[in-house]
Protein backbone atom coordinates (compact mmCIF):
# COMPACT_ATOMS: atom_id res chain seq x y z
CA UNK A 1 0.00 0.00 0.00
CA UNK A 2 3.11 2.22 0.20
CA UNK A 3 2.89 3.96 -3.17
CA UNK A 4 4.30 7.21 -2.34
CA UNK A 5 1.39 9.67 -3.13
CA UNK A 6 -1.54 7.29 -4.50
CA UNK A 7 -3.74 9.95 -4.35
CA UNK A 8 -1.86 13.03 -4.33
CA UNK A 9 -2.94 13.85 -0.49
CA UNK A 10 -0.77 16.65 1.30
CA UNK A 11 -0.87 17.64 4.89
CA UNK A 12 -0.46 20.66 7.12
CA UNK A 13 1.06 19.08 10.64
CA UNK A 14 0.21 21.61 13.34
CA UNK A 15 1.78 20.95 16.73
CA UNK A 16 4.04 18.99 15.10
CA UNK A 17 6.95 18.97 17.90
CA UNK A 18 9.68 16.08 16.91
CA UNK A 19 8.02 15.00 14.01
CA UNK A 20 6.63 11.76 14.79
CA UNK A 21 3.52 12.53 12.73
CA UNK A 22 4.96 13.89 9.92
CA UNK A 23 7.44 11.07 9.68
CA UNK A 24 4.45 8.26 10.25
CA UNK A 25 2.42 10.18 7.53
CA UNK A 26 5.24 10.74 5.12
CA UNK A 27 5.72 7.16 5.63
CA UNK A 28 2.17 6.21 4.28
CA UNK A 29 2.49 8.32 0.91
CA UNK A 30 1.16 11.61 1.86
CA UNK A 31 2.93 15.02 0.94
CA UNK A 32 3.23 16.65 4.51
CA UNK A 33 4.39 19.87 2.61
CA UNK A 34 5.01 22.39 6.29
CA UNK A 35 5.34 21.15 10.79
CA UNK A 36 4.16 24.19 12.67
CA UNK A 37 5.35 24.40 15.88
CA UNK A 38 6.24 27.30 18.58
CA UNK A 39 9.14 24.91 20.32
CA UNK A 40 12.68 25.90 18.97
CA UNK A 41 14.09 23.16 20.02
CA UNK A 42 12.07 20.77 18.13
CA UNK A 43 13.36 22.59 14.31
CA UNK A 44 16.96 20.71 13.81
CA UNK A 45 15.37 17.27 15.37
CA UNK A 46 12.37 17.94 12.65
CA UNK A 47 14.05 19.02 9.78
CA UNK A 48 17.42 16.57 10.12
CA UNK A 49 14.49 13.72 9.41
CA UNK A 50 11.86 15.20 7.58
CA UNK A 51 14.06 17.29 5.00
CA UNK A 52 11.44 18.18 2.37
CA UNK A 53 8.48 19.80 4.72
CA UNK A 54 8.76 23.40 6.17
CA UNK A 55 9.33 23.72 10.19
CA UNK A 56 7.05 26.81 10.77
CA UNK A 57 8.35 28.24 14.05
CA UNK A 58 5.68 30.25 15.41
CA UNK A 59 2.76 30.82 17.95
CA UNK A 60 -0.29 29.50 15.94
CA UNK A 61 -2.22 32.43 17.89
CA UNK A 62 0.08 34.92 15.62
CA UNK A 63 -0.16 33.04 12.27
CA UNK A 64 -2.56 34.00 9.95
CA UNK A 65 -4.41 32.04 7.37
CA UNK A 66 -3.15 33.93 4.49
CA UNK A 67 0.35 33.62 6.04
CA UNK A 68 -0.07 29.79 5.93
CA UNK A 69 -1.16 30.34 2.07
CA UNK A 70 1.76 32.19 1.65
CA UNK A 71 4.31 29.24 3.32
CA UNK A 72 3.00 26.80 1.94
CA UNK A 73 0.75 27.33 -1.14
CA UNK A 74 -2.44 25.23 -0.09
CA UNK A 75 -5.89 25.95 -1.15
CA UNK A 76 -9.52 26.09 0.43
CA UNK A 77 -11.76 23.05 -0.38
CA UNK A 78 -8.88 20.92 -1.38
CA UNK A 79 -10.48 17.25 -1.11
CA UNK A 80 -6.59 15.65 -1.01
CA UNK A 81 -5.71 18.31 1.98
CA UNK A 82 -5.56 16.97 5.45
CA UNK A 83 -4.69 18.93 8.52
CA UNK A 84 -3.26 17.51 11.46
CA UNK A 85 -3.83 18.49 15.31
CA UNK A 86 -1.95 17.26 18.15
CA UNK A 87 -2.08 19.93 20.49
CA UNK A 88 0.07 19.82 23.55
CA UNK A 89 -1.55 18.36 26.28
CA UNK A 90 -0.66 19.69 29.50
CA UNK A 91 -4.01 20.71 30.36
CA UNK A 92 -6.01 18.03 29.41
CA UNK A 93 -3.64 15.26 30.89
CA UNK A 94 -4.51 12.83 33.57
CA UNK A 95 -1.26 13.26 35.28
CA UNK A 96 -0.87 15.96 38.09
CA UNK A 97 0.12 19.41 36.83
CA UNK A 98 -0.44 23.10 37.71
CA UNK A 99 -3.45 24.09 35.65
CA UNK A 100 -2.58 27.82 35.78
CA UNK A 101 0.73 27.06 33.76
CA UNK A 102 -0.96 25.21 30.82
CA UNK A 103 -3.90 27.41 30.36
CA UNK A 104 -2.93 28.32 27.02
CA UNK A 105 -2.98 24.50 25.67
CA UNK A 106 -6.76 24.92 26.33
CA UNK A 107 -7.49 27.01 23.89
CA UNK A 108 -5.27 25.38 20.83
CA UNK A 109 -8.06 23.32 19.52
CA UNK A 110 -10.05 26.53 18.98
CA UNK A 111 -6.95 27.79 16.83
CA UNK A 112 -6.82 24.75 14.93
CA UNK A 113 -10.50 25.62 14.24
CA UNK A 114 -9.82 28.40 12.65
CA UNK A 115 -7.58 27.20 10.07
CA UNK A 116 -9.98 24.43 9.72
CA UNK A 117 -12.88 27.03 8.83
CA UNK A 118 -10.98 29.21 6.98
CA UNK A 119 -9.76 26.33 4.14
CA UNK A 120 -12.43 23.49 4.36
CA UNK A 121 -9.59 20.53 4.43
CA UNK A 122 -10.84 17.33 3.06
CA UNK A 123 -9.57 15.17 6.16
CA UNK A 124 -8.62 16.30 9.68
CA UNK A 125 -6.57 13.96 12.11
CA UNK A 126 -6.59 15.02 15.91
CA UNK A 127 -4.31 13.26 18.41
CA UNK A 128 -4.56 14.04 22.18
CA UNK A 129 -4.81 12.59 25.90
CA UNK A 130 -8.02 10.68 26.57
CA UNK A 131 -8.68 13.55 28.97
CA UNK A 132 -9.66 15.78 26.13
CA UNK A 133 -13.09 13.39 26.06
CA UNK A 134 -13.30 12.38 29.65
CA UNK A 135 -12.89 15.94 30.78
CA UNK A 136 -16.93 16.62 31.09
CA UNK A 137 -16.72 19.80 32.43
CA UNK A 138 -15.07 21.99 29.54
CA UNK A 139 -16.90 22.25 26.49
CA UNK A 140 -13.70 22.60 24.07
CA UNK A 141 -14.61 19.05 21.99
CA UNK A 142 -18.28 19.25 22.30
CA UNK A 143 -17.92 22.69 20.75
CA UNK A 144 -15.52 21.89 18.25
CA UNK A 145 -17.49 18.42 17.33
CA UNK A 146 -20.95 20.23 16.95
CA UNK A 147 -18.87 23.03 14.49
CA UNK A 148 -17.60 19.83 12.60
CA UNK A 149 -21.45 19.06 12.19
CA UNK A 150 -22.18 22.36 10.92
CA UNK A 151 -19.60 22.26 8.27
CA UNK A 152 -20.50 18.82 6.77
CA UNK A 153 -18.08 16.87 8.04
CA UNK A 154 -18.46 13.22 9.15
CA UNK A 155 -16.27 11.95 12.01
CA UNK A 156 -14.90 8.95 14.39
CA UNK A 157 -13.59 9.21 17.42
CA UNK A 158 -12.64 7.31 20.97
CA UNK A 159 -10.10 6.49 23.10
CA UNK A 160 -6.97 3.69 21.36
CA UNK A 161 -4.44 1.76 22.40
CA UNK A 162 -1.13 2.31 20.58
CA UNK A 163 0.13 -0.65 21.56
CA UNK A 164 -2.90 -1.75 19.18
CA UNK A 165 -1.22 0.04 16.19
CA UNK A 166 2.07 -1.56 16.08
CA UNK A 167 4.16 0.44 19.15
CA UNK A 168 5.91 -1.84 21.77
CA UNK A 169 4.00 0.29 24.95
CA UNK A 170 0.40 0.88 26.23
CA UNK A 171 -0.67 4.46 24.88
CA UNK A 172 -3.88 5.34 25.37
CA UNK A 173 -4.34 8.48 23.23
CA UNK A 174 -7.50 10.64 21.80
CA UNK A 175 -8.28 9.72 17.95
CA UNK A 176 -10.18 11.54 16.08
CA UNK A 177 -10.26 11.31 11.97
CA UNK A 178 -13.08 13.61 10.04
CA UNK A 179 -13.87 14.25 6.47
CA UNK A 180 -16.12 16.04 4.17
CA UNK A 181 -15.30 13.75 0.85
CA UNK A 182 -16.99 10.76 2.01
CA UNK A 183 -20.21 9.83 3.86
CA UNK A 184 -18.71 7.85 6.80
CA UNK A 185 -15.32 7.38 7.91
CA UNK A 186 -14.05 5.58 10.39
CA UNK A 187 -10.97 5.38 12.91
CA UNK A 188 -8.57 1.60 11.70
CA UNK A 189 -9.41 -0.96 13.64
CA UNK A 190 -6.44 -2.22 16.62
CA UNK A 191 -5.18 -5.65 16.92
CA UNK A 192 -3.66 -7.44 19.18
CA UNK A 193 0.21 -8.29 18.20
CA UNK A 194 1.87 -10.61 20.84
CA UNK A 195 5.43 -9.82 19.45
CA UNK A 196 4.86 -6.21 20.61
CA UNK A 197 7.13 -6.73 23.71
CA UNK A 198 10.17 -5.29 25.36
CA UNK A 199 12.30 -8.50 24.64
CA UNK A 200 11.62 -7.97 20.83
CA UNK A 201 12.90 -4.26 20.79
CA UNK A 202 15.89 -3.17 23.56
CA UNK A 203 18.43 -5.67 25.33
CA UNK A 204 21.78 -6.72 24.67
CA UNK A 205 20.56 -9.14 21.86
CA UNK A 206 18.98 -6.17 20.07
CA UNK A 207 21.94 -4.05 19.83
CA UNK A 208 21.51 -1.94 22.79
CA UNK A 209 25.26 -2.60 24.69
CA UNK A 210 24.86 -2.88 28.54
CA UNK A 211 25.63 0.18 30.34
CA UNK A 212 25.83 1.81 33.59
CA UNK A 213 24.01 4.98 34.39
CA UNK A 214 24.83 8.48 33.84
CA UNK A 215 26.76 6.65 30.69
CA UNK A 216 26.77 9.23 28.06
CA UNK A 217 26.59 8.29 24.13
CA UNK A 218 28.58 10.97 21.49
CA UNK A 219 27.44 9.16 18.62
CA UNK A 220 24.04 10.20 17.05
CA UNK A 221 22.42 6.60 18.56
CA UNK A 222 22.03 8.33 21.45
CA UNK A 223 22.21 5.42 24.14
CA UNK A 224 22.31 7.65 26.96
CA UNK A 225 21.25 6.77 30.23
CA UNK A 226 20.48 9.41 33.26
CA UNK A 227 22.83 9.34 36.67
CA UNK A 228 21.51 8.06 40.04
CA UNK A 229 22.26 8.96 43.20
CA UNK A 230 24.07 6.03 45.75
CA UNK A 231 20.88 5.43 46.95
CA UNK A 232 18.97 5.18 43.54
CA UNK A 233 21.65 3.04 42.90
CA UNK A 234 21.27 0.87 45.41
CA UNK A 235 17.54 0.87 44.95
CA UNK A 236 17.66 -0.46 41.75
CA UNK A 237 20.19 -3.00 42.53
CA UNK A 238 17.35 -4.62 45.24
CA UNK A 239 14.70 -4.64 42.99
CA UNK A 240 14.06 -7.96 41.12
CA UNK A 241 15.06 -7.84 37.63
CA UNK A 242 12.25 -8.18 34.94
CA UNK A 243 9.14 -6.18 36.64
CA UNK A 244 10.23 -5.79 40.37
CA UNK A 245 9.31 -2.80 42.37
CA UNK A 246 9.91 -0.60 45.19
CA UNK A 247 8.53 -2.95 47.92
CA UNK A 248 11.60 -5.66 47.55
CA UNK A 249 13.19 -2.14 49.34
CA UNK A 250 10.28 -0.80 51.72
CA UNK A 251 11.37 -2.58 54.66
CA UNK A 252 14.99 -0.80 54.14
CA UNK A 253 15.45 1.63 56.70
CA UNK A 254 17.81 3.79 54.25
CA UNK A 255 16.02 2.87 51.26
CA UNK A 256 12.44 3.51 52.03
CA UNK A 257 11.30 7.08 51.04
CA UNK A 258 9.45 8.68 53.82
CA UNK A 259 6.75 9.58 51.61
CA UNK A 260 5.61 6.41 51.14
CA UNK A 261 6.01 4.52 54.45
CA UNK A 262 3.11 2.54 55.05
CA UNK A 263 1.86 3.34 51.52
CA UNK A 264 2.48 0.18 49.90
CA UNK A 265 -0.73 0.52 47.95
CA UNK A 266 0.39 3.70 46.28
CA UNK A 267 2.66 4.15 43.10
CA UNK A 268 3.58 1.30 42.80
CA UNK A 269 5.44 1.83 38.82
CA UNK A 270 7.55 4.17 40.43
CA UNK A 271 11.03 2.95 41.17
CA UNK A 272 10.63 -0.14 38.85
CA UNK A 273 11.58 -2.16 36.39
CA UNK A 274 9.70 -3.05 32.90
CA UNK A 275 9.12 -6.27 32.07
CA UNK A 276 10.80 -8.42 29.32
CA UNK A 277 7.66 -9.81 27.69
CA UNK A 278 4.92 -7.23 27.81
CA UNK A 279 4.75 -3.94 26.51
CA UNK A 280 6.50 -0.94 28.16
CA UNK A 281 4.28 1.26 30.19
CA UNK A 282 3.65 4.84 28.30
CA UNK A 283 6.83 6.48 27.54
CA UNK A 284 6.40 10.24 28.94
CA UNK A 285 8.62 13.25 28.70
CA UNK A 286 10.73 11.82 32.15
CA UNK A 287 10.54 8.18 30.45
CA UNK A 288 14.76 8.45 31.63
CA UNK A 289 14.03 9.07 35.13
CA UNK A 290 14.08 6.24 37.71
CA UNK A 291 11.54 7.89 39.81
CA UNK A 292 8.92 9.43 37.56
CA UNK A 293 7.29 5.60 37.05
CA UNK A 294 8.06 2.32 35.99
CA UNK A 295 11.28 2.90 33.55
CA UNK A 296 13.80 0.93 35.13
CA UNK A 297 15.86 -1.25 32.22
CA UNK A 298 14.37 -5.72 32.94
CA UNK A 299 17.66 -6.54 33.85
CA UNK A 300 20.58 -3.42 34.16
CA UNK A 301 20.88 -1.43 37.29
CA UNK A 302 19.78 2.00 35.53
CA UNK A 303 17.01 4.01 33.55
CA UNK A 304 16.11 3.02 30.38
CA UNK A 305 18.22 5.54 27.68
CA UNK A 306 17.54 7.79 25.52
CA UNK A 307 17.55 5.38 22.00
CA UNK A 308 15.57 3.00 24.16
CA UNK A 309 12.72 5.07 24.95
CA UNK A 310 12.45 6.25 20.95
CA UNK A 311 12.55 2.82 20.01
CA UNK A 312 9.64 1.98 22.57
CA UNK A 313 7.96 5.21 20.57
CA UNK A 314 8.40 3.84 17.25
CA UNK A 315 11.03 5.89 16.29
CA UNK A 316 13.18 3.99 13.39
CA UNK A 317 16.73 3.70 15.30
CA UNK A 318 18.26 6.20 12.09
CA UNK A 319 15.82 8.80 13.81
CA UNK A 320 18.41 11.85 15.17
CA UNK A 321 17.05 13.64 18.29
CA UNK A 322 18.98 17.09 18.71
CA UNK A 323 18.44 19.58 21.88
CA UNK A 324 20.63 21.33 24.16
CA UNK A 325 20.63 19.00 26.92
CA UNK A 326 19.05 15.49 28.33
CA UNK A 327 16.10 17.06 29.23
CA UNK A 328 14.71 18.62 25.77
CA UNK A 329 15.48 15.09 23.71
CA UNK A 330 13.25 13.44 26.47
CA UNK A 331 10.62 15.89 25.87
CA UNK A 332 11.15 15.25 21.96
CA UNK A 333 10.28 11.71 22.64
CA UNK A 334 8.11 11.74 24.65
CA UNK A 335 5.37 14.04 23.69
CA UNK A 336 5.46 12.50 20.00
CA UNK A 337 3.29 10.80 18.39
CA UNK A 338 4.53 7.17 17.65
CA UNK A 339 5.60 7.53 13.89
CA UNK A 340 4.16 3.72 13.64
CA UNK A 341 0.45 5.10 15.05
CA UNK A 342 0.94 7.94 12.25
CA UNK A 343 1.23 5.56 9.69
CA UNK A 344 -1.56 3.72 9.68
CA UNK A 345 -4.04 6.56 10.50
CA UNK A 346 -2.33 8.07 7.05
CA UNK A 347 -3.26 3.91 5.34
CA UNK A 348 -6.66 4.61 6.63
CA UNK A 349 -7.04 8.29 5.30
CA UNK A 350 -6.12 6.78 1.98
CA UNK A 351 -8.28 3.81 2.06
CA UNK A 352 -11.47 6.32 3.13
CA UNK A 353 -10.73 8.32 -0.22
CA UNK A 354 -10.45 5.05 -2.16
CA UNK A 355 -13.44 3.68 -0.94
CA UNK A 356 -15.21 7.13 -1.71
CA UNK A 357 -14.30 7.40 -5.32
CA UNK A 358 -15.06 4.04 -6.02
CA UNK A 359 -18.64 4.02 -4.42
CA UNK A 360 -18.22 1.98 -1.39
CA UNK A 361 -18.01 2.54 2.34
Given amino acids: MNKQNKNNFKAIDFFCGTGGMTYGMSQAGIDVLAGIDIDPNCRETYKINNPKPKFIETDVHKLSEKKLVKLTGIKKNDNSLVFICCSPCQYWTQINTIKKKSLKSKELLKEFQRFVSWFKPGYLVIENVPGLLKNKKEKILSEFLEFLENESYVFDHKIINANHYGVPQHRKRFLLIATRVSKSIQIPEGEYDENLILRNYIGVHNGFPAVEDGHKDKTEFMH ?8 NKKRIRKTPKNGGIRLSWKDD ?17 VYGRMFWDKPAPTITTRFNSLSNGRFGHPEEPRAISLREGAILQSFPRTYVFKGPNEASITRQIGNAVPPELAKRIGYSIQKNHGNQKNGTK
Avoid at 224 to 231: D, I, M, N, P
Avoid at 261 to 269: L, P, Q, V
Fill in 224 to 231: STASLSEK
Fill in 253 to 269: PELQIDAYRGKDNIFKD
